[in-house]
């Protein structure tokens, strides 16, 4: 079984920086895919990153270019830095895992989420 746990929200102001990760533990074997989602009041989830186990990486037009995801110490954490932040990037953020593919609707483990407040 795989396990995910977030860590790194908080507050901060429009303009500023947050560094999210993702505590990975159990059985990685049949990974193929680790992403980053968010959920806004109100709004349905988003993916805001994805990383596949070629490294290959893919973000919606609207965090392209300030969000990075990357994976470290042999998929044991990913993680998704975040910069140039704007109010409308508040949200709760969820690690994700897929055994299938890429795609926004393969995720199928989830982390418990982590609140990111940005003021403007």
């Known amino acids: 079984v795989l396990q995910l746990v977030e860590s790194g929200g908080g507050s901060v102001q429009a303009g500023g920086s947050l560094r999210l990760s993702c505590a990975l533990s159990?059985?990685?074997?049949?990974?193929?895919?680790m992403g980053w989602f968010r959920q806004a009041p109100g709004k349905e989830r988003e993916g805001v990153a994805s990383?596949?186990?070629?490294?290959?990486?893919s973000y919606p037009d609207s965090v392209k270019g300030r969000f990075t995801i990357s994976q470290e110490n042999g998929w044991n954490t990913v993680s998704l830095q975040m910069n140039s932040l704007k109010p409308e990037d508040t949200a709760v953020y969820y690690c994700?895992?897929?055994?299938?593919?890429?795609?926004?609707?393969?995720?199928?483990?989830w982390g418990q989420g982590t609140q990111v407040i940005v003021s403007s």
């Open positions: 994700a895992a897929s055994m299938r593919a890429c795609r926004w609707s393969d995720f199928g483990v």
């Open positions: 990383i596949n186990t070629d490294d290959a990486t």
């Open positions: 159990g059985n990685t074997n049949r990974l193929r895919c």
